[in-house]
């Protein structure tokens, strides 16, 4: 089991030992003082951590998050990482990631395509991490055409969703063709499924390749 | 948009720190090729005095561009998108039963004369210039009107297709914008449609069917407006229940997903083409081209 970011702990809610993080509450999680489990079976990032994957992660990285939905993850990623940065492009679940903004002064919402990094790039900053959760065809093309916001020393934590990719075909297929997409552009450290807590995701750590 | 600023310009540049509005525009409208060490520039170019100071300016300017773009899109309600649906109708049909009329009339004028809102809007170009009498002046105004009806008609059509993936995401690619748009209609608003069984949402639109069958003297309506989706009517009649039946159920979930979250699902999308494919190889149709999205629009 490799290290937890610092900010991140287990705790014990209810008996059981959870992943915590310190801040407000946002989708009706236990709480216990300021700590708040962070439920693997709702995070993908949640998940690649219980799992004990290499996500680089220390605690403090500025972060850019891909595919922030209503904040589910990227709050507790703003809780213990630096300034982050949230895209999301649908409308309505950026609307409730405003209320998990409100008390996390280092969380910036962007309602933005992911798709189209031209149109945040005024604002993010080169970071240290790049996380993807992105359900959307091309999912590897999302994570090439933002390489250039990581740092060459940054890692990019995604988690691929085969059934956004393609229904039909066996997920083993549809992870080959995303990771030989990734290899394009980054140097892939570690991959796990990651049953039990999402069916057909593949949790992927890549870095860049320094000489694509 | 980026009024032309070199692409190294990052969103504080010539805003004055303490104009959130304008910070906000800039964060929406704004863009750069790349990213740079923006917290650093922005200290150099004295936008904020250290990186805390920017952090806090960027918060504050961030929340207020996405609360901004929140309520514009969602200002693109499902009510107004309901009145240019029933108007679009509204207009077609109101030209075509005006075309008869003109058609009608001209038959007794003219040699070669026509049918269609197409001949009306011929008769209004070549017949404008000179009048022969009080009568022919009169024909060829109202041919006018109906090319004015039609061509308004073909405008709310497209006002209704660009609005619709706004209000509903998932529903407009899987039904096509203007059945997703008169769905909403039907069951009067996207959340009641949201809210009604796939049963209910595979007839609407045949109510007088489906009444009928209820007072037991007619067989059970197998279809509503989906009928114009290219899954159903594009299927052999013996298998259009089962893809009436299909459709209706994806697109009951799309309209909920679109109501309750928002969010675009593609495997949805994915879903169906792969049931429809199942259900059309048992009469060796053809299966379905890739998409969904070639729903007819039922006009």
């Given at each position: 089991?490799?290290?937890?970011?610092?900010?991140?702990?287990?705790?014990?809610?209810?008996?059981?030992?959870?992943?915590?993080?310190?801040?407000?509450?946002?989708?009706?999680?236990?709480?216990?003082?300021?700590?708040?489990?962070?439920?693997?079976?709702?995070?993908?990032?949640?998940?690649?951590?219980?799992?004990?994957?290499?996500?680089?992660?220390?605690?403090?990285?500025?972060?850019?998050?891909?595919?922030?939905?209503?904040?589910?993850?990227?709050?507790?990623?703003?809780?213990?990482?630096?300034?982050?940065?949230?895209?999301?492009?649908a409308a309505r679940p950026l609307r409730d990631l405003l209320d998990a903004v409100e008390s996390r002064p280092r969380l910036f919402?962007?309602?933005?395509?992911?798709?189209?990094?031209?149109?945040?790039?005024?604002?993010?900053?080169?970071?240290?991490?790049?996380?993807?959760?992105?359900?959307?065809?091309?999912?590897?093309?999302?994570?090439a055409t933002n390489a250039r916001f990581l740092r060459p020393d940054g890692r990019l934590l995604l988690a691929v969703k085969a059934?956004?990719?393609?229904?039909?075909?066996?997920?083993?297929?549809?992870?080959?063709?995303?990771?030989?997409?990734?290899?394009?552009?980054?140097?892939?450290?570690?991959?796990?499924?990651?049953?039990?807590?999402?069916?057909?995701?593949?949790?992927?750590?890549?870095?860049?390749?320094?000489?694509? | 948009?980026?009024?032309?600023?070199?692409?190294?310009?990052?969103?504080?540049?010539?805003?004055?720190?303490?104009?959130?509005?304008?910070?906000?525009?800039?964060?929406?409208?704004?863009?750069?090729?790349?990213?740079?060490?923006?917290?650093?520039?922005?200290?150099?170019?004295?936008?904020?005095?250290?990186?805390?100071?920017?952090?806090?300016?960027?918060?504050?300017?961030?929340?207020?561009?996405?609360?901004?773009?929140?309520?514009?899109?969602?200002?693109?309600?499902?009510?107004?998108?309901?009145?240019?649906?029933?108007?679009?109708?509204?207009?077609?049909?109101?030209?075509?039963?005006?075309?008869?009329?003109?058609?009608?009339?001209?038959?007794?004028?003219?040699?070669?004369?026509?049918?269609?809102?197409?001949?009306?809007?011929?008769?209004?170009?070549?017949?404008?210039?000179?009048?022969?009498?009080?009568?022919?002046?009169?024909?060829?105004?109202?041919?006018?009107?109906?090319?004015?009806?039609?061509?308004?008609?073909?405008?709310?059509?497209?006002?209704?297709?660009?609005?619709?993936?706004?209000?509903?995401?998932?529903?407009?690619?899987?039904?096509?914008?203007?059945?997703?748009?008169?769905?909403?209609?039907?069951?009067?608003?996207?959340?009641?449609?949201?809210?009604?069984?796939?049963?209910?949402?595979?007839?609407?639109?045949?109510?007088?069917?489906?009444?009928?069958?209820?007072?037991?003297?007619?067989?059970?309506?197998?279809?509503?407006?989906?009928?114009?989706?290219?899954?159903?009517?594009?299927?052999?009649?013996?298998?259009?229940?089962?893809?009436?039946?299909?459709?209706?159920?994806?697109?009951?979930?799309?309209?909920?997903?679109?109501?309750?979250?928002?969010?675009?699902?593609?495997?949805?999308?994915?879903?169906?083409?792969?049931?429809?494919?199942?259900?059309?190889?048992?009469?060796?149709?053809?299966?379905?081209?890739?998409?969904?999205?070639?729903?007819?629009?039922?006009?």
């Amino acid at each position: 089991m490799t290290d937890l970011p610092t900010g991140v702990e287990r705790r014990t809610f209810d008996g059981a030992e959870r992943l915590a993080t310190r801040g407000e509450p946002v989708y009706g999680e236990p709480t216990d003082d300021e700590w708040r489990a962070w439920n693997p079976h709702r995070s993908k990032l949640g998940a690649m951590l219980e799992l004990g994957m290499e996500t680089g992660l220390a605690g403090g990285e500025t972060a850019l998050y891909l595919g922030a939905a209503a904040g589910t993850t990227v709050s507790h990623v703003a809780d213990f990482a630096g300034p982050t940065y949230a895209v999301e492009f649908a409308a309505r679940p950026l609307r409730d990631l405003l209320d998990a903004v409100e008390s996390r002064p280092r969380l910036f919402p962007l309602l933005a395509d992911a798709r189209a990094p031209e149109e945040y790039a005024h604002v993010v900053e080169p970071v240290d991490v790049i996380v993807q959760d992105v359900a959307t065809r091309g999912q590897a093309a999302v994570a090439a055409t933002n390489a250039r916001f990581l740092r060459p020393d940054g890692r990019l934590l995604l988690a691929v969703k085969a059934r956004s990719e393609d229904v039909t075909a066996a997920p083993e297929a549809v992870f080959e063709g995303a990771l030989d997409e990734l290899r394009e552009t980054y140097e892939i450290v570690e991959t796990a499924r990651l049953e039990p807590y999402h069916g057909d995701h593949l949790g992927v750590v890549a870095r860049p390749d320094i000489e694509s | 948009m980026t009024d032309g600023t070199p692409s190294t310009t990052g969103w504080f540049a010539g805003v004055d720190p303490d104009d959130v509005d304008a910070a906000a525009e800039r964060i929406r409208t704004g863009g750069a090729d790349q990213p740079e060490d923006w917290p650093s520039l922005a200290v150099e170019q004295g936008f904020a005095t250290d990186e805390d100071d920017y952090y806090d300016s960027l918060h504050e300017a961030s929340v207020a561009a996405a609360g901004a773009g929140v309520r514009e899109r969602e200002l693109a309600d499902d009510q107004q998108l309901i009145h240019a649906v029933r108007a679009m109708d509204d207009c077609e049909r109101t030209a075509n039963e005006l075309a008869e009329r003109v058609a009608e009339w001209a038959g007794s004028r003219f040699a070669d004369s026509g049918t269609g809102v197409e001949y009306a809007r011929e008769l209004a170009e070549h017949q404008g210039g000179d009048p022969a009498d009080p009568a022919e002046e009169r024909l060829v105004a109202l041919a006018g009107r109906v090319a004015d009806l039609a061509e308004e008609a073909e405008d709310l059509r497209a006002f209704v297709t660009e609005t619709t993936p706004a209000v509903a995401p998932n529903l407009a690619a899987m039904a096509g914008p203007v059945l997703a748009a008169r769905l909403v209609a039907l069951a009067g608003g996207l959340a009641s449609l949201a809210k009604k069984p796939s049963g209910t949402v595979q007839v609407l639109g045949a109510e007088d069917a489906l009444f009928a069958h209820l007072r037991g003297s007619a067989p059970s309506p197998k279809h509503g407006v989906i009928y114009t989706h290219e899954y159903v009517h594009g299927t052999h009649p013996d298998e259009r229940g089962s893809t009436a039946r299909a459709l209706a159920g994806k697109l009951t979930i799309a309209a909920r997903v679109d109501h309750y979250s928002g969010e675009r699902k593609p495997e949805l999308d994915a879903e169906l083409d792969e049931r429809i494919a199942t259900i059309r190889a048992r009469t060796g149709d053809d299966p379905p081209t890739s998409g969904g999205k070639n729903g007819g629009d039922g006009s």
